[in-house]
Nanobody, 127 residues
Framework: QVQLVESGGGLVQAGGSLRLSCVAS????????MGWFRQAPGKEREFVAV????????TYANSVKGRFTISRDNAKNTGYLQMNSLKPEDTAVYYC????????????????????WGQGTQVTVSS
C-alpha cells in the first residue's frame, strides 16, 4: 500500500503562487497515474489535475487550466502541483491520489478511480 504525504500549502494573496508536493512511499509510485483533487468548505471534493505514470500526458479541470501545472519526478517518488495566478476560489484542502492500476494510458478524473490518498494540505488565498 502506497502512502502519500502532501506539503507546500499555506496562505497566499490573490495572484500569488504555491507549489504543492506529494511524496510517495511503500509502493510503486512510478508506474501509477497520479491526480490532484481539492475540497473547499461545504463543497464536495473535485478533480483538479491528473498525470499519467510517465509524465507525458496530463488533463486539467477547466477552472485551473492555464494556471496550474501538474508534474512528477519518478526518481524522487514525488508529484507536484504548481499553482500560479491563484484566486480566492482556489481556497481548499488539496489532496494527491494515485491509481491502483499500473502503466495506464488513460487519465481518469473521478474520485472513485483513485485508490490511495494523502491527508491533504490547506491552501488559502486571500483577496
Amino acid at each position: 500500500q502506497v502512502q502519500l504525504v502532501e506539503s507546500g500549502g499555506g496562505l497566499v494573496q490573490a495572484g500569488g503562487s504555491l507549489r504543492l508536493s506529494c511524496v510517495a512511499s511503500g509502493g510503486t509510485f512510478s508506474i501509477r497515474t497520479m491526480g490532484w483533487f481539492r475540497q473547499a468548505p461545504g463543497k464536495e471534493r473535485e478533480f483538479v489535475a491528473v498525470i499519467n505514470w510517465s509524465g507525458t500526458s496530463t488533463t486539467y479541470a477547466n477552472s485551473v487550466k492555464g494556471r496550474f501545472t501538474i508534474s512528477r519526478d519518478n526518481a524522487k517518488n514525488t508529484g507536484y502541483l504548481q499553482m500560479n495566478s491563484l484566486k480566492p476560489e482556489d481556497t481548499a484542502v488539496y489532496y494527491c491520489a494515485i491509481r491502483r492500476a499500473a502503466l495506464e494510458s488513460r487519465l481518469p478524473t473521478g474520485i472513485g478511480d483513485f485508490g490511495s490518498w494523502g491527508q491533504g494540505t490547506q491552501v488559502t488565498v486571500s483577496s
